[in-house]
Antibody, heavy 119, light 110 residues
Framework: QVQLVQSGSELKKPGASVKVSCKAS????????MNWVRQAPGQGLEWMGW????????TYAQDLTGRFVFSLDTSVRTAYLQISSLKGEDTAVYYC????????????WGQGTLVTVSS | QSALTQPASVSGSPGQSITISCTGT?????????VSWYQQHPGKAPKLMIY???NRPSGVSNRFSGSKSGNTASLTISGLQAEDEADYYC??????????FGGGTRLTVL
C-alpha cells in the first residue's frame, strides 16, 4: 500500500535551518509528483509547491520565498523540504502529498512534520 | 492567487444533509474540472474525499458527493454522522502546476 512517512518534529531557533524528509513506499516513486503543503497553527492549508520526481524540477508557489527548497533522493525514494533562515512565522505542520494519477488532486498524504521556531 | 472562498462553518444534525460551497473565479474553479475536497480531523493529515469535481476515491463513503456550477463547487454530505465532524477544504488548479486551497470549513454535527 502507498505510504508517505515523514521525519519527526523539530524545534529550531530563529535563523537556523531545517530539513524535513518524506519517504515513499508502495508505488513507483518517479511516476508521481510530490507536493508540499503547510498549515500554521489554527490556520488552513497552504500549497507550497511540488516536485517533478521524474525530472527533479521543482515548482514553487508564487509567494514562496527563496528560503524554501525542494529536493529528492530517488535512490532512497525520499523527497525533502529545506527551510533556511527560519522565522517564527515558519512555525507550522508541513505535509508532503502525492499527486493523483491525473495530476489534479493529492491522493496520499504524509502524517505531517511540526516545525517550531522559537528562541 | 487568492484562496477559494468557503463558509467558515456549517452544522447539521445526525441523518441530515449539508452542503459546503467553494467559490472561485473564471480562472480557477470555473476554468476546469480539477476541483477536489479534503477532510481533516483535528491533529490528523488531510484525506482526499472527492476529486475532479465529483469522483470518489475507493473507500470513501457514497454519502459524500461533489458538484460544480459555474465558479462554485459544492460538497454534499448526506446522512450526516458524528464521524463527519471535521474541517473540509476544497482545491482548484487554476493553471498547470498551481494549486489553490479554500480557506476551510468546520463542520459541526449537532
Amino acid at each position: 500500500q502507498v505510504q508517505l512517512v515523514q521525519s519527526g518534529s523539530e524545534l529550531k531557533k530563529p535563523g537556523a535551518s531545517v530539513k524535513v524528509s518524506c519517504k515513499a513506499s508502495g508505488y513507483t516513486f518517479t511516476s508521481y509528483g510530490m507536493n508540499w503543503v503547510r498549515q500554521a497553527p489554527g490556520q488552513g492549508l497552504e500549497w507550497m509547491g511540488w516536485m517533478n520526481t521524474d525530472t527533479g524540477n521543482p515548482t514553487y508557489a508564487q509567494d514562496l520565498t527563496g528560503r524554501f527548497v525542494f529536493s529528492l533522493d530517488t535512490s532512497v525514494r525520499t523527497a525533502y523540504l529545506q527551510i533556511s533562515s527560519l522565522k517564527g512565522e515558519d512555525t507550522a505542520v508541513y505535509y508532503c502529498a502525492r499527486d493523483g494519477s491525473s495530476g489534479s488532486h493529492l491522493d496520499y498524504w504524509g502524517q505531517g512534520t511540526l516545525v517550531t521556531v522559537s528562541s | 492567487q487568492s484562496a477559494l472562498t468557503q463558509p467558515a462553518s456549517v452544522s447539521g444534525s445526525p441523518g441530515q444533509s449539508i452542503t459546503i460551497s467553494c467559490t472561485g473565479t473564471t480562472s480557477d474553479v470555473g476554468a476546469s474540472n480539477y476541483v477536489s475536497w479534503y477532510q481533516q480531523h483535528p491533529g490528523k493529515a488531510p484525506k482526499l474525499m472527492i476529486y475532479d469535481v465529483s469522483n470518489r476515491p475507493s473507500g470513501v463513503s457514497n454519502r459524500f458527493s461533489g458538484s460544480k456550477s459555474g465558479n462554485t463547487a459544492s460538497l454534499t454530505i448526506s446522512g450526516l454522522q458524528a464521524e463527519d465532524e471535521a474541517d473540509y477544504y476544497c482545491t482548484s488548479y487554476p493553471s498547470t502546476s498551481t494549486v489553490v486551497f479554500g480557506g476551510g470549513t468546520r463542520l459541526t454535527v449537532l
